[in-house]
């Protein structure tokens, strides 16, 4: 992992889905089905920071049923067919009552770019876009879909970026 911590306390996580919580694969059955691999420490990444208090949201661009049921597993809110997602994360953070410091958010690719310069803390999976590399404070050593999220949750803990308690 490279990159400078956020000195503000973080109280809200944002992640892409494809490429964040996923390795960007997809499958396919012949009824058109998508499935895609997650990984359960990322989820467990999730539960603990969910504990101590932190409002989580994906924002995803894909329109997908899986998004939401990822989201569901996860207890995490979702905004799926999100095309324009700063002005939903906009929205989102002011009805959250959260200053854009509070926030961090991991993303892969450029339509992450603009919500990724505006938040906080901006963190890359290891396996992201180089553009989106270059913007972010954080570039993990672990890829999306496999470990990526839970490394970032420990990070944000072990750094004490997050509340020990709910906030």
Known sequence: MRGAAARAPIKALVTD???VHTDNSVFLDTDGREFVRCSRADGMGIEM???RGLKLLILSRESD???AARARKLHMECAHDV???LPYLDAWRQRNGLSWKELAYIGDDINDLECLEACGLSVAPGNARAEVKE???IV???SGGDG????LCDHLIDGALVP????
């Open 164 to 167: 020990e308690v709910p906030v």
């Open 135 to 137: 913007v972010c404070q």
């Open 140 to 142: 993990l050593k672990c």
């Open 17 to 19: 889905f494809d490429g």
């Open 148 to 151: 990526a999220l839970r490394e």
């Open 49 to 51: 920071l969910r504990r």
């Open 83 to 85: 095309k324009d997602k």
């Open 65 to 67: 049923g899986v998004v």
